[in-house]
Every structure is written in structure tokens, then in C-alpha cells.
């Protein structure tokens, strides 16, 4: 066990290995459940401290350092967990000098005598003065550790004030921490504990102080505190770092600017050069980040993998957000050089600009990372957008409808309608129309249900559940029935799955089937390669297959042109006027001539009494 290896250097005292071992086994485990209790507490470590001082371990600073990295849980916890331990074994260090001085001063009448011997030998510092508080006498050990100057005048106005403090509570001890300096400048941590010396009668004789250095605890807490509030990559405060920062700018008078950035080239380069350069393009990003705003008073953090915030507090020097996106922009777009590569960095961004004072942190937080989801949604890669209140509350309101969807699907708050489709006069199908009336947003229509449903990641249970009741539906009635699937139901790979457990559990013919797959999603970058595989799988059954959302684009028309599709239900956004061009005109005649049904907007739906 490395930690016994690196206590045992430090004992006065050696335990037999095995015995050692299981005590530090019973400690660690004690350890590790503190850290994982829901309410956690680390005062009880304390009590480990304290039997790493009672089996002579001297000094356990380098060790705990070890076991520091050994435990597991959050850095903070093991940071107040650490700390805990080596204020116990403080602790029970100044007790066991303070126990032992008195034990001696009272074992014979030569009790000075005695003190005297502990006081020069005690590894601890120790200093005694007069009743008025003037230092009298120091051991060497004080001197080591402090240097011949000893107290400051300032750290001896502090002992006196609590000593007085003492006298006023009729208390004997009393401890407190105190920043002193080493003989070398270095700042030195140090825990005192302060009692009495009482005569024979009773009387005070001097006053005490046991001054123990804890620089090392102090220090090793200091680095896991800092662990746990910076990205170690970056070196950038993270998001628990800094969410209090921001509520700290919120609470005071004065505008702020927040950016939330998006820096979407990161999977890219992971994917393409490995994550060793992925991780040095993060690092350009949060260096060049900083420099950008060096003029202002500002913080930049990382709070996600390929995420960060920028955050500035408004001068009358501060430019506007035209003028802060365009520099940051042309601070990342310098090409890095990784692996022997160029590569160029894209950053999305959304800007929150506010005066409001005691703002919630988390909804500022919230706006800023919708403005950059909706500059994403309407222009793409490397867009930046300025918060918008009356976007935001639309926003917020769809997608707190979208987030309901899964509960309303499970509970029967969704159900399926079934419209006439009709052709040329005459009833040829049943299209399977969604239906859901939420409580609070009212009538959800058919192609909100799927577009919901596509960004939720529902797309393919809500498929499953349509396809199961529509064929089942359609062993009742005369005609076929139809299903109209979303863009990224079209394009699943595993579409065909569903569509034949479908058939089989309800015993429907496939011919009685017609699934209309999204002909926009053709234009998507995988779209045209996945939906030509559905087709001919699902055309390969027996299901009769449509295109619906139709524009005659010329990806939809090489489609037809390749497969023998049932039919195209033509796109409602196409004007009246364009359908009787001389270019839909010439297409539309000879979609028909392959005996593709075509279908208008005015046949699709017909709503009965």
C-alpha cells in the first residue's frame, strides 16, 4: 500500500507491517465512506488525524498529499476531507504536548525542572509569557521555525487579544490560525494553541503558546481547491468557479456583456488529428480568448468540453457586441499549427448584454446559450446572435412543450386521427394524422408533433408506436392507410425494422402500407444516401413508398427517376401559380406517365363532417 510505505518514513515509533496495514485499511475505508455520504461532513476525519498522532506518525503532510490522489470523489471533498485529517493530527499533536507538559509539571516537586526539559526538547514551538502578554522565553524549535524576530508586533497584538478573551471567558485554551513568515520570507501557516501555566496554588504564571507549522496541509488544500475550480487543461476557471463570480458582478451597480462560445472545429480535430490536438486547440483558444479581451475587466472560464463564457464588465472603453464578435472571430481565425497541419478554428456565440442588478446568474447563463443555439439553428456554423427577450420566451415555450412530449406520448395524451386522402374524386387511403392537446399550450398539429419529436430524440419510439397502431388500424378498412414520416425518421437506418414487426404483429399485407418519406431531407449532407437505402429495402418488402414535402428539387426528381415510387404528395409551400409553370408543367406529366401517383395539397387531408 503506497500510503504505508510513505507514513512509515515519518513514525517514531514503527508498527509491524501487517498491523499497520489493517489500521490503515479501516481509515482509508472510513475515508472513502465519508466522501460518499449524501450529507457530507468531514469532521470525522478528524479522528484519523488523531490516531496518525497517537501511533507517532510526525509529520503526515507528504502522505496525505499521496492519498490525495488515491481517493476517489469530488477534488473539493477530498481537498476538506484532507484538511480534516491534518487539522486532527494538529490537534491531537498540540494535546499530547500540552498533556504531556502538564502531566510532567505535576509528577514532582522539581515540576519546573521537568517543564523545563519538555519545553527545549518538544519538536513543536513553544513560547512563554508573563501575565501582561511580553514574551518571556521561546525553545529552539520556535526559533527554527520562525526565525530570531519571532511574533510581529501585529501577531502579537492578535495572541494578546485572545488571551484576553480567555481571561473574560474563564477559559484555560483556546487556538487560532495565524499567517506568519519563515526565516526565508515564505509565508508559514500555523495553528497555535494558547493556555495557561498555573502554579501550585493555582495562580497564573505564564501564559503559553504551542505554535505547530501547517504549511504543508495548507498548501496541499490550497492545490486541491484550486483542482477544483480550474479547468486543468486550460487552466481557466471552470463552471464552479465560475457561476459564484458571475452572481458576485450580478450583485453590483454597472452593465455586463456575457458570451457563451461554441468552438464546433474541436470534434473535428479530435476525429481527424487525435484528441492530443483537440486539446491543444482548446489551449489556443482559451490563450487567444484572453488576450482579446486583456484592455478589459474580464473573466474568461471553461465550462464545458468545447465551451466557454466570457464575461466583462461594462466601461465607457467597452465596444459593442458587433465590434466584440467581429475580435473574436479574428482572434480564432489565425490558422493553429497541429500535427504538421493548419487548422482553421469556428466559434459559434451568443451575446447577453445587461444592467440588470441581483440577475440570476443561471438564467443569464441560460440566454446566453440559447442566443447561441438559435444563431446555430437560423445561420449555421460560426454565427453569433444578441439575446433577444421576446425570442426567448417563444423559445422557452416550446421547448418546455417539447420537454412534456415523452410523459404526453406515455400517458395517452397523443392519439392518432385518421383523414381521407383523396384522388381524382375517390377515397384511395386513410393518412395516420397525430393528434395532442396539451392542457397549457392547447392543439399541437401533426408536423409539430414530428419536429418535436426529431429534436427531442423521439423520433424513432414515436415512429414504432404510429406505424404499430396504424397497421393495425388498417385491417378494418377498405383502403390503404398512411404514414408520413419526419426528416430524420426517413433517414434512420434501422427504419425498416420497425416497418416489418409492424406488419408482422399486425398481419397487414405490406402492400396496404404507404409510408411518405420527407423528401427535404434529401438535401441533408447523409440524407440522400439513407433514404435511397429505405426505399429500396421497404420497396424490396412490398411496403408502397411516397415522398411527401415535394418541390421537384433535382435530388427529389433523381429519386423518382431511380426508383419506382408509389407516389409524391407535392409541397404545400409551392404556389399555385409555379405548378403550372413550364417547368412543373414538363415534370410533373412524366412523374405521372411512370404510374407515380401525384398528389396536391387540396387531396391530401380532406377533413369529413
Given at each position: ?69 488515491l481517493l476517489p470523489g469530488p477534488v473539493d471533498r477530498v481537498a476538506a476531507l484532507l484538511g480534516a485529517v491534518a487539522s486532527g493530527h494538529a490537534a491531537a499533536h498540540r494535546r499530547e504536548a500540552a498533556v504531556e507538559a502538564e502531566r510532567l ?328 394524422r397525430l393528434r395532442w392537446h396539451d392542457p397549457e399550450f392547447g392543439p399541437v398539429s401533426h408536423e409539430q408533433c414530428l419536429r418535436f419529436a426529431d429534436e427531442l430524440g423521439l423520433g424513432r419510439q414515436l415512429a414504432d408506436w404510429v406505424l ?142
Amino acid at each position: 500500500m503506497r500510503w504505508a510505505r510513505a507514513l512509515t518514513a515519518t513514525t517514531r515509533e514503527p508498527l509491524a507491517r501487517g498491523k499497520l496495514r489493517g489500521h490503515l485499511d479501516r481509515h482509508v475505508d472510513r475515508l472513502v465512506e465519508l466522501l460518499a455520504a449524501p450529507a457530507f461532513d468531514p469532521a470525522p476525519a478528524t479522528e484519523v488525524g488523531e490516531w496518525l498522532a497517537a501511533a507517532r506518525f510526525a509529520d503526515p503532510g507528504p502522505s496525505l498529499a499521496l492519498l490525495g490522489t488515491l481517493l476517489p470523489g469530488p477534488v473539493d471533498r477530498v481537498a476538506a476531507l484532507l484538511g480534516a485529517v491534518a487539522s486532527g493530527h494538529a490537534a491531537a499533536h498540540r494535546r499530547e504536548a500540552a498533556v504531556e507538559a502538564e502531566r510532567l509539571r505535576r509528577v514532582a516537586d522539581d515540576a519546573d525542572a521537568v517543564f523545563r526539559k519538555v519545553f527545549s526538547s518538544a519538536t513543536a514551538g513553544i513560547a512563554l509569557f508573563d501575565i501582561a502578554g511580553t514574551l518571556v522565553e521561546s525553545n529552539r524549535a520556535l526559533a527554527a521555525m520562525l526565525g530570531p524576530d519571532l511574533f510581529p508586533p501585529a501577531d502579537l497584538d492578535a495572541l494578546r487579544a485572545e488571551w484576553t478573551r480567555m481571561l473574560l471567558a474563564d477559559r484555560d485554551d483556546s487556538h487560532l490560525e495565524l499567517a506568519l513568515s519563515a526565516p526565508d520570507g515564505d509565508p508559514l501557516w500555523t495553528n497555535v494553541a494558547l493556555s495557561v501555566v498555573r502554579g501550585g496554588d493555582g495562580g497564573i504564571r505564564y501564559r503559553m503558546a504551542v505554535v505547530d507549522d501547517v504549511t504543508e496541509q495548507r498548501v496541499l488544500q490550497d492545490y486541491l481547491r484550486h483542482q477544483a475550480l480550474h479547468d486543468v487543461l486550460t487552466g481557466l476557471p471552470n463552471r464552479q468557479a465560475f457561476l459564484p463570480r458571475l452572481e458576485e458582478v450580478l450583485g453590483r451597480p454597472g452593465s455586463i456583456t456575457l458570451c457563451y462560445l461554441d468552438v464546433e472545429s474541436v470534434a473535428i480535430v479530435n476525429d481527424g488529428l487525435g484528441y492530443e490536438s483537440g486539446d491543444e486547440l482548446l489551449k489556443v483558444v482559451a490563450q487567444r480568448l484572453r488576450a482579446a479581451v486583456a484592455a478589459e475587466r474580464a473573466t474568461v472560464a471553461r465550462i464545458g468540453g468545447d465551451e466557454f463564457v466570457v464575461l466583462i464588465e461594462d466601461s465607457p472603453a467597452t465596444p459593442g457586441i458587433s465590434t466584440l464578435a467581429t475580435a473574436f472571430e479574428r482572434a480564432l481565425s489565425e490558422p493553429v499549427r497541429l500535427a504538421g497541419h493548419g487548422v482553421g478554428v469556428s466559434a459559434g456565440m451568443g451575446f447577453v448584454r445587461t444592467s440588470a442588478r441581483n440577475s440570476d446568474a443561471m438564467a443569464l447563463l441560460r440566454q446566453a446559450h440559447t442566443t447561441l443555439r438559435r444563431a446555430a439553428e437560423t445561420g449555421g456554423k460560426g454565427q453569433w446572435g444578441i439575446y433577444d427577450a421576446g425570442e426567448d420566451e417563444r423559445d422557452r415555450s416550446r421547448l418546455s412543450l417539447i420537454a412534456t412530449m415523452p410523459g404526453a406520448l406515455g400517458n395517452g395524451e397523443i392519439a392518432i386521427d385518421y383523414a381521407p386522402v383523396a384522388h381524382e374524386g375517390r377515397r384511395i387511403a386513410l393518412t395516420a394524422r397525430l393528434r395532442w392537446h396539451d392542457p397549457e399550450f392547447g392543439p399541437v398539429s401533426h408536423e409539430q408533433c414530428l419536429r418535436f419529436a426529431d429534436e427531442l430524440g423521439l423520433g424513432r419510439q414515436l415512429a414504432d408506436w404510429v406505424l404499430d397502431e396504424a397497421c393495425s388500424f388498417a385491417l378494418g378498412e377498405d383502403v390503404p392507410v398512411l404514414v408520413r414520416l419526419s426528416p430524420e425518421q426517413s433517414r434512420d437506418p434501422d427504419l425498416t425494422a420497425p416497418v416489418a414487426e409492424a406488419l408482422r404483429a399486425s398481419g397487414l399485407a405490406p402492400d396496404r402500407l404507404w409510408l411518405s418519406l420527407d423528401a427535404r431531407c434529401l438535401g441533408l449532407s447523409d440524407g440522400l444516401a439513407a433514404v435511397e437505402d429505405n426505399l429500396t429495402t421497404l420497396t424490396d418488402m412490398g411496403v408502397r413508398c411516397l415522398l411527401h414535402s415535394f418541390d421537384c428539387g433535382l435530388a427529389q426528381l433523381s429519386i423518382v427517376a431511380r426508383h419506382h415510387l408509389h407516389g409524391v404528395e407535392l409541397s404545400p409551400e409551392i404556389p399555385r401559380s409555379d405548378l403550372c409553370s413550364s417547368a412543373a408543367a414538363a415534370v410533373l406529366p412524366l412523374i405521372t406517365a411512370t404510374g407515380t401517383l401525384v398528389l396536391h395539397p387540396r387531396e391530401l387531408y380532406v377533413q369529413t363532417p
